[in-house]
């Protein structure tokens, strides 16, 4: 089987940034465990939802005769700094971390719409796939942007 070199980099892609957000998600989880039981159980099912989604390009990856990516990207560190650098300043509260998830969702639903508006060569199945991941990525999007506004209005 010929291997498709763009196809693997951006499915790569795609598992880094799932990577970072299963590190954000768990890094989200600790720091809500003493403010808000909720949110932990939410954030460690998104970072599960991740790990599965990681899963399945991994052998998309194999599939096209690639070396599958592991470890996070750059953008996922910086991501983690900056939720440091806000905390310091803010503190952990409910808000900054729905915040800060929220950010990261932001950044997922671009890397899938990038790849899926990119110009590799893609077959069906792998296409209904990131598609499909992409859709129950914004409905969690839509569930931390939930959580975040009514957490403001709570503030407000």
């Known amino acids: 089987m010929e291997t498709n070199e763009k196809l693997i980099e951006v499915i790569n892609d795609l598992i880094q940034i ?8 768990e890094k989200a989880a600790a720091e809500s465990k003493k ?12 970072a ?3 790990r599965k989604y990681a899963a ?3 052998q998309e990856v194999v599939k ?3 070396e599958p990516a592991k470890g996070n990207t750059g953008k996922g560190k ?7 650098v806000k905390a310091t300043f803010s503190g952990y509260d409910r808000q900054t971390i729905l915040e800060s998830c929220e ?10 719409s990038a790849a899926l508006a990119s110009d590799a060569e893609m077959d069906a199945h792998t296409r209904h796939l990131l598609i499909n991941q992409q859709s ?11 959580y975040r506004d009514a957490s403001q209005a709570i503030h407000a």
């Open 18 to 25: 799932n990577n970072d957000r299963v590190t954000g998600y």
């Open 78 to 84: 910086i991501y983690q700094v900056w939720m440091d």
């Open 136 to 146: 129950s990525l914004k409905t969690a999007h839509q569930l931390i942007k939930g």
């Open 64 to 66: 096209c005769g690639g």
């Open 103 to 112: 950010f990261g969702e932001d950044t997922i639903q671009r890397a899938y």
């Open 35 to 46: 403010l808000d039981v909720d949110l932990q159980a939410i954030f460690l099912s998104m």
């Open 48 to 50: 599960n939802d991740s």
């Open 56 to 58: 399945e390009l991994t």
